[in-house]
């Protein structure tokens, strides 16, 4: 049978050449052979985050950067405010407190944007962080990341960014852009194997760290930092998803960051334009800050339909996330997708709707 289209939002389709470059016998962490790769992976890292910083590369999902962020710059009872506007803000929420931070929530309906003015009236002289998630994967919705680093560069403030499914998709530019921490997973836009993140922290972040007492073992960044310098580990990582990745950067980097942007950019425009001429229209509430990567709509026939054009089309795409499961889909132009795959997807979609 032929194969699948896959459309998913997570993890994403795996080019062949990023296959190929796993399938080989192990190999030791401890061996230069090793740190051949790691170090090529982190000069690579650095340029896909826009940084000069060190990316550290955790052996563990998207959550695991997420969690080291926690650990390691802030202590118990710290106050922190934290934009929820879905699923994965929530998530980010919900781990601060149980790590014993303060946390605010600064709420906005499903589907809207987190806009930094509102964001900023929650902060007091006691806030130690802001944590926005750059795209909302369970709504489709990207916030407006420089604006929040323009509000928090001259303030001891930390801005901590969830990028998963926008770094390598979306535009972020870590060091122009004042974030002092953003982290990212190897499954989504950067189109590699699951199993690692990967997690850049500035000079301010690093300054944090010191004075930061949440225990932490397994995903001690300065430990990471340290081993860092010499392309090692300080535990056995991830080593074939290592391989992988490395692969996928490069592929990355040889399109050129702006092409893929640019690429992600038509692809969501297609899909956008072309479900609205099929009369599905998009979830977010405002088309400007619909995500490029996730692409999110509303239809109280969802599940019926994900099924059916997987079923009949072999066109995979993604449902709803928790609450929003039955009235909406997320289709995925992260990674590896290119303007067939999307024209495919339509020509299914045109079919399916009619029959549902
Ligand atoms: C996928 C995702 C995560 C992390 O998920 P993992 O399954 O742990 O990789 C976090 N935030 C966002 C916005 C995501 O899309």
């Known amino acids: 049978m032929k194969k699948d289209i896959l459309l998913m939002v997570g993890p994403t389709i795996v080019p062949e050449r990023v296959i190929k470059s796993m399938n080989t016998q192990v190999i030791s962490h401890r061996t230069p052979e090793f740190s051949v790769i790691a170090k090529e992976l982190n000069e690579n890292l650095k340029k896909v985050f826009q940084t000069e910083n060190e990316v550290m590369t955790l052996t563990g999902s998207g959550t695991s950067s997420m969690e080291a962020a926690i650990q390691n710059c802030f202590s118990i009872g710290d106050e922190v405010v934290i934009a929820v506007n879905g699923v994965f803000s929530e998530r980010m929420a919900v ?5 014993g931070l303060k946390v605010k929530r600064a ?5 809207q944007e987190a806009d930094v003015e509102s964001v900023m009236g929650f902060v007091t002289k006691e806030t130690k962080g802001v944590f926005i998630v750059h795209n909302e994967s369970s709504t489709g919705v990207f916030n407006n990341i420089e604006k929040f680093g323009e509000a928090l560069k001259d303030t001891d403030i930390l ?10 998709g979306l535009n972020l530019e870590v060091d122009n852009w004042h974030v002092d921490v ?4 190897s499954q989504k836009a950067l189109m590699g194997p699951p199993g690692l993140s990967f997690i850049t922290l500035n000079d301010k972040a690093w300054k944090a760290c010191k004075k930061a007492d949440i225990p932490k073992f397994y995903f001690d960044l300065a430990q990471a930092k340290k081993m860092n310098a010499f392309a090692q580990h300080p535990w056995t990582p991830a080593v074939y998803s290592i391989m992988g990745m490395n692969e996928a950067l490069k592929m990355i980097l ?4 702006q092409n893929v942007f640019e690429r992600h950019n038509k692809l969501s425009k297609m899909v956008i334009n072309g479900m609205r001429e099929l009369g599905i229209n998009l979830y ?9 990567t996730v692409n999110t709509f509303k239809f109280d026939k969802s599940p019926i339909f994900v099924n059916k054009i997987k079923e009949e089309y072999g066109v995979v795409i993604s449902g709803g996330q928790d609450s929003l499961f039955n009235c909406t889909f997320r289709v995925g ?3 590896y ?8 997807y339509l020509y299914a979609a045109n079919k399916v709707l009619k029959k549902i």
């Open 95 to 99: 781990m601060a407190e149980t790590f």
């Open 107 to 111: 709420v906005y309906p499903m589907g």
């Open 159 to 168: 801005l901590i960014v969830d990028s998963v499914s926008g770094l390598g």
């Open 182 to 185: 953003a982290f990212t997973a």
């Open 254 to 257: 040889e399109e050129g960051l």
């Open 284 to 292: 977010p509430k405002e088309e400007r800050y619909a995500s490029k």
């Open 333 to 335: 132009t992260m990674g």
């Open 337 to 344: 997708v290119t303007e067939t795959d999307i024209a495919t």
